[in-house]
T-cell receptor, first 120, second 113 residues
Framework: SAVISQKPSRDICQRGTSLTIQCQVDSQVTMMFWYRQQPGQSLTLIATANQGSEATYESGFVIDKFPISRPNLTFSTLTVSNMSPEDSSIYLC?????????????????FGPGTRLTVL | DQQVKQNSPSLSVQEGRISILNCDYTNSMFDYFLWYKKYPAEGPTFLISISSIKDKNEDGRFTVFLNKSAKHLSLHIVPSQPGDSAVYFCAAGNAGNNRKLIWGLGTSLAVNP
């Protein structure tokens, strides 16, 4: 299975500033995603990080607020721009690998340890 | 609209007994389902999955049951151990939908010694 690391693991930031979160995978992967988990909420997909092209954002998320880079198949960054307290959340990097189990293909998803962001 | 629902936010079970975590879904296009476990300060980790063509999948102490007509799946943990205490997320996907998963809100399981 893919091993994913994220930096920083946590940060406390001031309102109006920006934070860039890094995600490193130990193998080349095609599909890489960024999620967030706000307090008391489930995992929400922010965007799909595409290698060599612009990220694909989910409804409610825009590039100006969450710019994403994907320079190669093992690395991506997510920037949380012009932060407000509402951005306080855990941000998770995730990759998908296809697995063959019990005569079927599954898309198994693996997550990094997350970045816990607190905005004051 | 919550397409994947875990209606019990928490569950408490005695060590050695069975834990049953439930998940309901609304989208009949989902063709595979997964359970993830999450400890505090860690990302979710894959636990077990099931394809829509099956009604049961077993892996050690963990068994997932799928009832397609009821759009319901459940995760059984037998016997429950204190180390199983975590938040369990149900997720559903469609193989043709760019591999995106739809997630439930999670159920926090506490296994008491």
């Amino acid at each position: 299975s893919a091993v994913i690391s994220q930096k920083p693991s946590r940060d406390i930031c001031q309102r109006g500033t920006s934070l860039t979160i890094q995600c490193q995978v130990d193998s080349q992967v095609t599909m890489m995603f960024w999620y967030r988990q706000q307090p008391g909420q489930s995992l929400t997909l922010i965007a799909t990080a595409n290698q060599g092209s612009e990220a694909t954002y989910e409804s409610g998320f825009v590039i100006d607020k969450f710019p994403i880079s994907r320079p190669n198949l093992t690395f991506s960054t997510l920037t949380v721009s012009n932060m407000s307290p509402e951005d306080s959340s855990i941000y998770l990097c995730s990759v998908v690998q296809s697995r063959y189990r019990q005569s079927s293909f599954y898309n198994e998803q693996f997550f990094g340890p997350g970045t816990r962001l607190t905005v004051l | 609209d919550q397409q994947v629902k875990q209606n019990s936010p928490s569950l408490s079970v005695q060590e050695g007994r069975i834990s049953i975590l439930n998940c309901d879904y609304t989208n009949s296009m989902f063709d595979y389902f997964l359970w993830y476990k999450k400890y505090p300060a860690e990302g979710p980790t894959f636990l077990i999955s099931i394809s829509s063509i099956k009604d049961k999948n077993e892996d050690g102490r963990f068994t997932v049951f799928l009832n397609k007509s009821a759009k319901h799946l459940s995760l059984h943990i037998v016997p429950s151990q204190p180390g199983d205490s975590a938040v369990y997320f149900c997720a559903a996907g469609n193989a043709g939908n760019n591999r995106k998963l739809i997630w439930g809100l999670g159920t926090s399981l506490a296994v008491n010694p």
